[in-house]
């Protein structure tokens, strides 16, 4: 197999180059038109089949290896966030008000890497190579509007990559674990009802502020006494709507979050005791509840042969880096194509707090160690080879 990372690594200033533009020019989901632009255009240039206007502005790219073979899909987001950037980078948005707050900048500029990496190096592996450039990642659907348009057939992928740069890790560390490894997500909206009246006078209406700060509290219960230490579950209320007068108690308040759990079961127990306590403390307090409840994403879950090569490129290529049970409760809608098709999900560190490159994602200040570039497209692109080198799937049906 080829050295993919130091082939990478003679790259980096194509793909820095690249990140840091698509940093500059950063758009929002469903209307990242530039950004494909540039996508299908890098993969006109490669020769590659392409077709652009997926789901509104996604790209996929066909790479056809020597010979047939299993189809890999590899999936690259290209959206941003509605942050107005804090990090005074050279590179700094230039689009008030939008910012590239997760590192989707850098997936796109990894996943055109990749693409080089691997139509070079075509004659090395067999079978076909999918590359999804996907919009709209950020909550608002593209991973469902891509699959209801067709991007897991014309040809059916066997299995499926992403990536993730992660400022939970250091650079130099690589997590990749087997089986759930990103949480579910639902969403919730409460609203609660009471009788509005003069802030002078409480005892003539029904405060429905108070009512909804108790269930604000209340929610908390839940993890703490509803679940099992042994199980995870998290539960956040991240918006409260009440009132636009001082000298005015109003008579409706609005809560909305999210509820994360990598199992079903207990996805269901956490959304029947939400609206158990929502309503009943609403109850107590004399309002009117309701509860609106809705799936957002799956859990994203690694098929376990397909994650184990993975965890083996990673230790045979970056020894000691390996962090084989990584997991995190924040969500992908990745998981609506990993959900058909069997496939790993990774997390490749770029955080360095020396530097002060350590926010979090979705943070004004968030920005990333660049030297994660050519290291997470290098293990994107040794992974691919090696699955379509010899299909875990495969070797497993033989072995039944």
Known sequence: MPDYIAKAGSLFEYTQAL????????????????????????????????RSGVAETGVIGLIEGDGPGPTLLIRFDMDALPVEE??????????????????????????????????ASRKEWK????LVFQPAEEGLGGAQRMVDEGVLENPRPDMSLALHVWNDL?????GVARGPT?????????????????????????????????????????TARNISPLDTAVVSVTKFHAGEAFNVLPPEAHLGGTVRTYM?????????????IAEGVGRAMGCGVAVELDEYTPAVVNHPDVAARVQEVVDSLLPGSLDSEYRTMA????????????????FVGSADPGRGLDAPHH?????????????????MASAAASLLAGSPLAEDTQND
Do not use: W
């Open 86 to 119: 804090q990090t005074g980078a050279p590179y700094a948005s230039q689009n008030r008000g939008v910012m590239h707050a997760c590192g989707h900048d850098a997936h796109t500029a990894i996943g055109l890497t990749v693409a080089r990496l691997l139509q």
């Open 170 to 174: 250091p650079f130099g560390r690589v």
């Open 19 to 50: 990140r840091r533009d698509f940093h500059r020019h950063p758009e929002l989901g469903f209307q990242e038109i530039r950004t494909a632009g540039i996508v299908a255009g890098e993969l006109n240039q490669l020769g590659l089949e392409v």
């Open 363 to 379: 943070s004004p200040r968030f920005d990333i160690d660049e030297r994660v570039l050519p290291r997470a497209a290098g293990l």
């Open 182 to 222: 990103m949480a579910a997500a639902s969403l919730f909206r409460i609203a609660v009802s009471g009788v509005g009246t003069h802030s002078a006078m409480p005892q003539d209406g029904v405060d429905a502020i108070l009512a909804a700060s108790q269930i604000v509290t209340a929610l908390q219960s839940i």
């Open 331 to 346: 969500s992908e809608d990745m998981a609506l194509m990993m959900d058909d098709i069997p496939g790993c999900y990774f």
């Open 127 to 130: 079978g076909t190579v999918k």
């Open 264 to 276: 079903r079961e207990t996805r269901m127990l956490v959304e029947r005791r939400l609206q158990e």
